[in-house]
């Protein structure tokens, strides 16, 4: 970590402890139960630091001397209740001694004559079979390599996606049953998970059972959509539009005008040690009673997040999202944590890495539980096998994913796409799945300062994407000066999907060469759809702190003013 954030932390760690020493005491227990309620009950720690996203090896100054800045995407000081103050981070590359050496070698490989090798036709075919129906099956008769804990049977989430969405996003089951989930659409963040980056990816959440019913314990599809639109409302921090809700009926005064009535917006009016707000149905008397929390930037206890990383399909000119999964990536958080607890954490990991810089972070879980992320959460995966079918990460495998969803100052609770999710003015007020709509006439974001977040990547990055290697992207957006166009950028402001989907040779291309390293089996050195050897990648970072050229990080404005709205 920088030395600026480093001294915020140990501001921030005295300050604890001079103003209530209890409730830093508080802070440490709380997360010692969150990280016992998601933490896997076998732990097994692999060498190095694998939670160092490939992203963050991207030399920043090219040849040609011009600075890039694709880092502002992931680090900065984003504010409570996410402590991880790490903008400047953009500044210097903060590397331990294990991490100084690039793991990710799969960034350095030619994979153009394996990828010419391959015909569109066999790809097309390959991409559009479906990999998650035979999961479940396979789930309930798991092989031995499978069964970490040796119980005879699969002790990790089971898959239970339907993947049939309504009007209303909701997955429903073949008999017209709901299985809980539903799906949302939100602006991918800007860099590799783009799809015109090599993958398609979309999301669903699952609220406990008390969120879904009413207040006598009946399932309620209105109750369910509110309690969702107040979660929207507090991890965005904004008013959220709803469908014409019967306050009196759910029992809660939603818009805030001191009445029971039609209300058409969750106002947001949470106030910092609670009030202002409430979840509706059951979830309410539980509430009420402490044994589920409301918080904003939080998600409650119970929440379920799932999402799929998929292949490109084409037909035609369009680039889709394809029916087969590259992966299937889960979330749950079994415990609550406090914003008290939180700010501990983060405080306690900055001194940590400041006095004892050679040390690695533990990874601790399985393959069948999945690994706990230090902040309430647990997440657990599965990935392609050789043959294309869907198998549990490794734990090597799963710490890939720590690097992003712990340490990182944008995310809200963790969690990068929920606070992204598309407001309530889009198709199906952004409730939707990408099989029910592409990304055609979605407007760019436009951050709270008012500027378009897509266009300031370009114009920091220089390219689309963090490796600058996507020279499509380059070619359509960029003049043989390295400007911008003006007329491109006036499209972006109107159709995110003129830059976000690739052309049909492009997106074949990715295609195939992900489809090498599934055969390879080499995930644990790299997962980045690349043919040709990366160039604007360091292989190692010297002893000393290296500066990145930026001469001032990007501050993160999402929280000034209503974001992402149009």
């Given at each position: 970590m920088a030395r600026r954030s480093i001294l915020v932390a140990l501001v921030a760690v005295a300050s604890v402890g001079c103003r209530d020493g209890a409730r830093a005491t508080r802070g440490r227990n709380d997360v010692a139960a969150a990280t016992a309620a998601a933490t896997p009950a076998r732990p097994t720690i692999p060498t190095g630091a694998p939670y160092v996203p490939p992203q963050c090896y991207t030399k920043t100054q090219g040849a040609d001397g011009r600075v890039h800045n694709p880092c502002f995407t992931c680090h900065a000081d984003a504010g409570a209740p996410n402590y991880i103050l790490d903008g400047a981070l953009q500044l210097g590359y903060g590397f331990?001694?294990?991490?100084?050496?690039?793991?990710?070698?799969?960034?350095?490989v030619d994979r153009t004559a394996a990828v010419a090798a391959m015909s569109d036709d066999d790809t097309l075919a390959y991409v559009r079979h479906d990999n998650y129906g035979p999961l479940a099956a396979r789930l309930a008769a798991p092989p031995p390599a499978w069964d970490a804990d040796g119980d005879g049977r699969w002790s990790g989430w089971l898959p239970d996606l339907a993947f049939r969405f309504d009007d209303g996003g909701f997955d429903r089951t073949a008999d017209g049953g709901y299985t809980g989930w539903r799906a949302y659409a939100y602006y991918p963040l800007p860099g590799t998970f783009w799809p015109t980056n090599g993958s398609f990816g979309d999301a669903m959440i699952r609220l406990p059972a008390a969120f879904r019913e009413d207040a006598a314990g009946r399932l309620d599809r209105t109750i369910y959509a509110t309690n969702l639109a107040i979660l929207e409302a507090l991890i965005a921090r904004r008013d959220v539009a709803i469908e014409p809700t019967d306050e009196r009926v759910v029992g809660a005064d939603l818009d805030g005008d001191g009445r029971r009535g039609q209300a058409r917006v969750v106002k947001y009016r949470w106030k910092p040690?609670?009030?202002?707000?409430?979840?509706?149905?059951?979830?309410?008397?539980?509430?009420?009673?402490?044994?589920?929390?409301?918080?904003?930037?939080?998600?409650?206890?119970?929440?379920?997040?799932?999402?799929?990383?998929?292949?490109?399909?084409?037909?035609?000119?369009?680039?889709?999202?394809?029916?087969?999964?590259?992966?299937?990536?889960?979330?749950?958080?079994?415990?609550?944590?406090?914003?008290?607890?939180?700010?501990?954490?983060?405080?306690?990991?900055?001194?940590?890495?400041?006095?004892?810089?050679?040390?690695?972070?533990?990874?601790?879980?399985?393959?069948?539980?999945?690994?706990?992320?230090?902040?309430?959460?647990?997440?657990?995966?599965?990935?392609?096998?050789?043959?294309?079918?869907?198998?549990?990460?490794?734990?090597?495998?799963?710490a890939f994913c720590i690097g992003c969803h712990s340490g990182v100052g944008v995310t809200d609770d963790s969690v990068f796409s929920f606070g992204r999710k598309l407001a309530a003015d889009r198709f199906q007020r952004g409730w939707y799945h990408g099989s029910q709509r592409g990304l055609d006439g979605v407007p760019e974001p436009v951050r709270a300062d008012g500027r378009g977040e897509y266009t300031l990547y370009l114009e920091q990055n220089g390219a689309g994407d963090e490796l600058r290697a996507n020279q499509e992207v380059i070619a359509r957006f960029f003049d043989e000066r390295g400007a911008l166009k003006a007329d491109l950028v006036a499209k972006l402001r109107e159709d995110v999907s003129v830059l976000l989907l690739p052309s049909r040779e492009r997106a074949l291309l990715l295609d195939k060469a992900y489809r090498v390293i599934v055969g390879e089996q080499s995930f644990t050195r790299g997962r980045d759809t690349t043919v040709t050897p990366a160039v604007n990648v360091h292989r190692e970072l010297p002893e000393d702190e290296l500066p990145t050229g930026i001469a001032e990080p990007v501050r993160d404005r999402r929280r000034v003013a209503p974001a992402f709205v149009r």
């Open positions: 331990g001694p294990a991490s100084r050496v690039n793991p990710w070698t799969n960034l350095f040690g609670g009030g202002g707000m409430s979840w509706v149905g059951r979830a309410a008397a539980l509430q009420a009673r402490g044994e589920v929390h409301l918080a904003a930037g939080l998600f409650p206890e119970g929440t379920e997040l799932a999402h799929s990383v998929r292949y490109l399909d084409v037909a035609g000119e369009h680039v889709a999202m394809a029916a087969r999964m590259k992966e299937l990536r889960y979330m749950v958080k079994p415990a609550w944590v406090t914003y008290g607890a939180l700010e501990f954490q983060a405080t306690a990991e900055a001194v940590e890495k400041e006095q004892s810089p050679q040390k690695t972070r533990p990874m601790v879980g399985n393959p069948e539980r999945g690994i706990g992320n230090r902040a309430g959460w647990r997440m657990q995966a599965f990935i392609e096998d050789a043959r294309g079918d869907l198998r549990p990460q490794s734990l090597e495998e799963h």
